[in-house]
């Protein structure tokens, strides 16, 4: 009881953070900037520490005065007069940020152990620019404020479209009712080992055609002096497991997990909380008998050149109890002892291995063997190894003799939960273009009877080379549950790899006419767990907004009338971050799709959708570059996301089609900017 009141208190605590939000900024005062910008923040009081950052820089908070009966906290700049202000004041320096840009910018406010504590971005279209007005936050939106020069540690006004101010207060309709949160954490886990996926968060009056909500989770961890929260956003339609908060203890004991939901598509909520008691035990002093081994498909021996070795690394518990947490290395290996590729993995899911051969024959060893094993195992067999024999290509084959093309899907970032029909996919591939006059290289999703069930993704590899590549990969609406194979196929070489789809139900409607996605981006320069995506949308009709990242998938039915301007908020991983943005008319199919690619490392920055990998290979090459480890380790929660979020998509073209109908996506641009270039170069003679 003494472990479930600390975490209550502590969730109540972090309740508290949880509702920091900025309520008012003043970015262009009357006249003089200098010394008149603030920011106001409500849901905390004591700042002192904490940070408060732009989309440039950042600054320490110190206070200036202190008061704890005031429900809001003010971030002013050196020489501010707050005299007259009766909430906590604090400092940043001299400026705030790197001045709050007139514009438009980002701000962001930490806590003192660095947990992003809110966040937002405006621009001046939002009101506040040149008339000595705040913004002020009104029902999760910025809008001018009605009184000039702000209303600072006091609730402000907005001016609303009728011109009649409305006091600014927050939404607290509860949503509690229509949404649960049940944890399924085991009650008994693993020192040392991280966790994710620790709650499934249900919308029980969901029905078929409910668009997404955003629903916010707080979550705390107590015991043994221990004293851990977090929180988590998930897009949920009928329920949700991926993506739900993580969890690593490094001391064995008794601990209590808690939590609750405290909003819904932003609105704070009045929802019970959730408690499970947790033994936490050391994984090597838990005996086990477990057992490693390496299983080559149907058994077989012998291949032909350019033949995918499939295979799977097989556990098994031989004891009482279920599997223990793992990773396996597996590797290929010549007779030599020259390792030809090693990967990490911690599920049970089939690889393959290609091969090519420099001569009559070659001999491999497929080997794996236990990274990691959350037990103290007594199994003996704790290795795998297979010997396979690859016959090389006869004397005056075109492959032989340079056609060393291969494909590969190394990773589907498959969800805990899998995909829904309708959903947009990830697939990490490799694409190894040899001496061929084949450069078409296409992806898609296909049922147990070879029919199509997602739109068609086409690359083009012109040159000779090894790419590593992100491609997207769109499910069609209206697929029923069930096992499906994604196909990966050209070069005269096909590959694919398993998956699981949910099926839904849709909806026919009539197709609008045709739309056009004019813009895609972020505003967003400094590290944050979560980002603002923009995008223009143009045309006439009644459409969905289908948003797809690695850790986020949000819709948003809206009416276009000309020109409409698209807001959402993601999640960021170190690491590339790719974003796919769809419009569906109402029988959820695709009319327009753009993509997003953001890398994230000490900054974030757009960078091309395609980057080539090792793009000239020397003509003597027998075999492609090894495959370089990912730089990366990323955040994604989703599957297997982690162990390849590094893989950069890759140069050429890219299309999507639906049937036999093809859509060239915006590879042009590449020519445009030769174009471009050409027109500059002639300038300066």
Same mark, same amino acid.
């Given at each position: 009881m003494r472990l479930v009141a600390y975490a209550l208190i502590a969730l109540l605590l972090l309740h508290a953070a949880l509702a920091v939000r900025f309520t008012e900024i003043m970015y262009d005062p009357p006249g003089n900037d200098n010394n008149r910008e603030f920011i106001e923040v409500e849901g905390a009081w004591n700042l002192t520490g904490w940070t408060i950052a732009d989309a440039a820089s950042n600054d320490t908070l110190v206070p200036l005065q202190v008061n704890a009966s005031s429900g809001y906290a003010l971030i002013v700049e050196e020489g501010f007069d707050y005299a007259n202000l009766s909430c906590s004041v604090y400092s940043a320096g001299s400026t705030i940020g790197n001045n709050l840009n007139n514009g438009g910018d980002s701000v962001f406010l930490y806590t003192p152990n660095g947990t992003l504590a809110a966040a937002t971005d405006y621009t001046s279209v939002d009101g506040g620019s040149s008339d000595g007005r705040a913004l002020v936050m009104r029902n999760g939106s910025w809008a001018e404020g009605g009184t000039p020069g702000g209303t600072p540690c006091r609730p402000e006004t907005a001016i609303p479209e009728n011109g009649t101010e409305t006091g600014n207060e927050t939404n607290t309709t509860d949503m509690s009712g229509a949404f649960t949160l049940s944890i399924t954490l085991p009650g008994t886990i693993f020192s040392g080992i991280p966790y994710d996926g620790l709650f499934k968060v249900e =919308?029980?009056?969901?029905?078929?055609? #409910?668009?997404? !909500?955003?629903?916010?989770?707080?979550?705390?961890?107590?015991?043994?002096?221990?004293?851990? =929260? *977090? +929180?988590?956003?998930?897009?949920?339609?009928?329920?949700?497991?991926?993506? +739900?908060?993580?969890?690593?203890?490094?001391?064995?004991?008794?601990?209590?997990?808690?939590?609750?939901?405290? /909003?819904?598509?932003? =609105?704070?909520?009045?929802?019970?909380?959730?408690?499970? %008691?947790?033994?936490?035990?050391?994984p090597f002093a838990q005996p086990c008998d477990v057992s490693l081994a390496l299983?080559?498909?149907?058994?077989? &021996?012998? @291949?032909?050149?350019?033949?995918?070795?499939? @295979? !799977?690394n097989r556990v098994e518990r031989h004891d009482n109890g279920s599997l223990p947490p793992f990773i396996v290395r597996y590797w290929a290996e010549d007779l030599d002892g020259k390792v030809l590729r090693v990967s990490t993995t911690g599920n049970l899911n089939q690889k393959s291995f290609t091969p090519h051969v420099d001569g009559a024959v070659g001999v491999y060893l497929l080997k794996d063997a236990f990274d990691m094993l959350a037990c103290n195992n007594s199994g003996k067999n704790v290795t795998g190894e297979r010997l396979v024999v690859v016959k090389g290509a006869p004397d005056g084959d075109a492959t032989s003799q340079g056609d060393q093309s291969s494909l590969e899907i190394l990773d589907l970032h498959e969800p805990r939960d899998g995909?829904?029909?309708?959903?947009?996919?990830? /697939?990490?591939?490799?694409?190894?273009?040899?001496?061929?006059? $084949?450069?078409? &290289? $296409?992806?898609?999703?296909?049922? /147990?009877?070879?029919?199509?069930?997602?739109?068609?993704?086409? @690359? !083009?590899? !012109?040159?000779?080379? +090894?790419?590593?590549?992100?491609?997207p990969l769109l499910l069609k609406q209206g697929l029923p549950t069930g096992d499906y194979r994604v196909v990966l196929e050209g070069l005269g070489e096909r590959t694919g790899a398993d998956v699981r789809v949910r099926g839904k139900t849709v909806e026919k409607n009539a197709t609008p006419e045709a739309l056009a996605i004019a813009s895609f981006y972020t505003r967003a320069k400094l590290p944050a767990e979560r980002i603002a995506l923009y995008a223009t949308v143009k045309g006439n009709a009644n459409v969905t907004l289908d948003l797809v990242g690695l850790q986020d998938h949000g819709r948003e039915d809206v009416a276009l009338d000309g020109s409409y301007a698209y807001k959402a908020e993601v999640a960021m991983a170190h690491g590339p971050n790719p974003f796919i943005l769809r419009v569906l008319d109402a029988g959820g199919k695709t009319l327009a799709t753009k993509?997003?690619?953001?890398?994230?490392? #000490? %900054?974030?920055?757009?960078?091309?959708?395609?980057?080539?990998?090792?793009?000239? &290979? %020397?003509?003597?090459?027998? %075999?492609?570059?090894?495959?370089?480890?990912?730089? *990366?380790?990323? $955040?994604?929660?989703?599957? =297997?996301?982690?162990?390849n979020a590094s893989f950069a998509p890759v140069t050429g073209a890219l299309s999507y089609s639906e049937q036999d109908n093809t859509r060239l996506l915006p590879a042009l641009l590449g020519l445009v900017g030769l174009l471009l270039l050409g027109i500059v170069l002639q300038h300066r003679r």
């Open positions: =919308n029980t009056a969901y029905a078929a055609g #409910d668009e997404y !909500r955003n629903v916010t989770v707080g979550y705390a961890v107590t015991g043994d002096g221990t004293h851990l =929260n *977090g +929180t988590f956003s998930v897009m949920v339609r009928s329920y949700r497991l991926a993506g +739900t908060g993580t969890l690593m203890l490094n001391g064995t004991g008794n601990y209590t997990l808690c939590g609750r939901i405290t /909003a819904v598509d932003g =609105n704070a909520t009045s929802s019970p909380v959730v408690c499970r %008691a947790l033994a936490v035990l050391d299983e080559v498909e149907d058994g077989k &021996v012998l @291949f032909d050149e350019g033949d995918h070795i499939r @295979f !799977r995909y829904e029909a309708g959903d947009g996919m990830l /697939a990490d591939v490799r694409i190894v273009k040899g001496d061929t006059r $084949k450069y078409s &290289v $296409k992806l898609w999703t296909e049922d /147990a009877a070879g029919r199509k069930a997602s739109a068609v993704t086409t @690359f !083009r590899a !012109r040159q000779q080379g +090894t790419y590593e590549a992100t491609l993509g997003l690619l953001l890398e994230m490392d #000490d %900054a974030i920055r757009q960078v091309d959708w395609f980057t080539k990998r090792n793009a000239s &290979v %020397a003509a003597e090459a027998s %075999a492609a570059p090894d495959r370089t480890e990912p730089t *990366g380790t990323g $955040k994604g929660t989703s599957g =297997n996301a982690s162990g």
